[in-house]
């Protein structure tokens, strides 16, 4: 399946090293260069090319709106950071923190203003269904953001709210990059949506696995700070059933690890860790995940495209499932 | 004269109360509503409303363009408050003092967003052309801003750099509002050219006017603090002119003044303007600004419209030239 996907990869790979957005002045155009040289998966522009690869044989015509997700993608990053006083983005100094906040929000800003440059080149008479399907996603990634936020002082996060928050903010953007290839290709709308609600799902799985590695990856694979979500309170899928399911002593527990103010980092993550497990809350966000991935494959398996083309998606989905990081 | 703006000024005031941008979650779409109804000159959706009207009688198709303009304006304003630390915003408190500063970054981005949300509604054919002079100008606009922070810190700008800078950062938005509007009139090349460097010009000398009304201004009228930059050092054409032109003992006060930082505010004030009119900065600003209208008059002068509409841009220009506020 990789020999499929590693040319695409590459192909993105160059491109983005190849991109100039600009150059003064340099405090602008610098932090651009690094964060979108900061590697990732780029899982993104990945499925616009594939998006675009399961009806067109040549793919450049894809190059350009695939890293117009992805630097919207990057964006996104950056003023995130930001908001979450984030110091390390892929075990690199965060842009905010390598230069300063106003340097991170003008820079963002101006990545904002590079997407629709990149989007500019898809077919004129596709640019306004192209740009509409963009913005409405792109809103839903800072609503889902916000959402994030707001959910930092709320004690009453329900795991549908939660599940809603991470489609937004994670998930629509992976279903606009795959329906976005689709969309150039000039496939047929039916099957542009499908594979925007596969992406989707996918994507909602993609960010429950994330949740699960912050806990149980191996530390050595994951790259982050194992427990880290933890250690902040951040309210995962895995904390908001916890808090939902414990009773008696074990809530007394929970609260009491979850309200500390000064604590050891590595008996906290122990600590809460055997809470999930006690309370089975692997099992219950395993099947959770399952559930979408499963959605996922619903989907493809009656999607209106090749035999070929449905494996390619499915190698592609089972590089998602399969990530250890 | 006004008796012609007046109408316009109403169309876009009357468009912005209408205008939702979305619901929720309100954290990110009330910042949007207030700031957009504090109100402001909206010379520059005016400036697309007129660019419009230049060419076609019903102004109505012109209307979602300047709101793209106006919101674009105010998103550069909510994210440079952030950065200039600015607790006040005509008169009211800026959106990162109301709300907080990661409301106020993301807020503005899904202004940026709707900014292309209304550019779409332009004539399909027209859309490419639109968002790319949109594109290169606002990034001229960033730009600007990274360029004013920059001269925070440095000692040596030339005031060449510094027109460049108010050009990028101020100027080329007031004439991408005056050629959008001709833009979507489909006027000819270059009229379209002539009106950009006309309200370039003319912004020019809007900010050289703002520099001079922040020292000579009359209180009242201004609604600012008289004497705003020159507290904060704000390195505008009359400080770097003062500080190239003055010798001896007169170069000494200023630095001094330049270097303290347990002042008297109207003491500063009293001295640094002392020094500006004993250098004669006021005159030599005032040459300078008026070189710049007579620039854009010159340009008015010879473009190919007509009388009329010859007039109603005069008008325009005559209400940014006697402004007092």
Redesign the interface.
């Known amino acids: 399946m990789n020999n499929f996907l590693n040319p695409l990869i590459e192909t993105i790979s160059q491109a983005i090293k190849k991109q100039q957005f600009?150059q003064?002045?340099k405090?602008?155009y610098e932090p651009i260069s690094y964060i979108m040289s900061l590697g990732g998966k780029r899982l993104r522009p990945v499925l616009t090319l594939l998006g675009y690869r399961l009806f067109q044989e040549d793919i450049r015509p894809a190059i350009k709106p695939a890293m117009a997700v992805e630097t919207f993608h990057n964006f996104t990053l950056v003023?995130d950071d930001?908001?979450d006083k984030a110091p390390l983005r892929r075990g690199q100094a965060t842009v905010h923190t390598k230069w300063n906040?106003?340097?991170a929000?003008?820079s963002?800003?101006?990545m904002?203003?590079?997407v629709?440059?990149l989007l500019?080149d898809v077919a004129?008479?596709l640019?306004?269904s192209v740009?509409?399907a963009f913005?409405n996603n792109?809103?839903e990634v800072?609503?889902g953001?916000?959402?994030d936020?707001?959910f930092e002082t709320r004690n009453d996060v329900s795991t549908d709210e939660y599940i809603d928050m991470i489609r937004q903010k994670t998930a629509v953007l992976l279903g606009l990059a795959l329906q976005l290839g689709a969309m150039i290709a000039k496939a047929p709308e039916k099957t542009q949506q499908d594979l925007y609600q596969f992406a989707v799902d996918l994507g909602i799985g993609f960010q429950l696995k994330d949740d699960l590695l912050d806990v149980y990856g191996d530390q050595a694979k994951f790259g982050k700070q194992i427990g880290g979500d933890i250690i902040e309170n951040k309210k995962t899928f895995l904390l908001i059933n916890a808090v939902a399911l414990a009773t008696g002593s074990t809530k007394a527990t929970l609260q009491q690890w979850i309200e500390a103010t000064d604590f050891d980092a590595t008996e906290k993550v122990q600590a809460v860790t055997q809470i999930y497990d006690q309370l089975g809350i692997k099992a219950l966000t395993e099947q959770k995940m399952n559930d979408y991935f499963d959605q996922a494959f619903a989907i493809l398996k009656q999607m209106d495209i090749g035999d070929q083309q449905k494996e390619w998606l499915s190698g592609f989905a089972q590089m998602v499932i399969n990530r250890e990081k």
């Open positions: 600009g003064e002045p405090e602008l003023h930001i908001m906040d106003n340097i929000i003008l963002g800003d101006v904002m203003i590079k629709y440059d500019l004129p008479e640019l306004p740009i509409r913005n792109a809103t800072c609503e953001q916000q959402k936020m707001n």
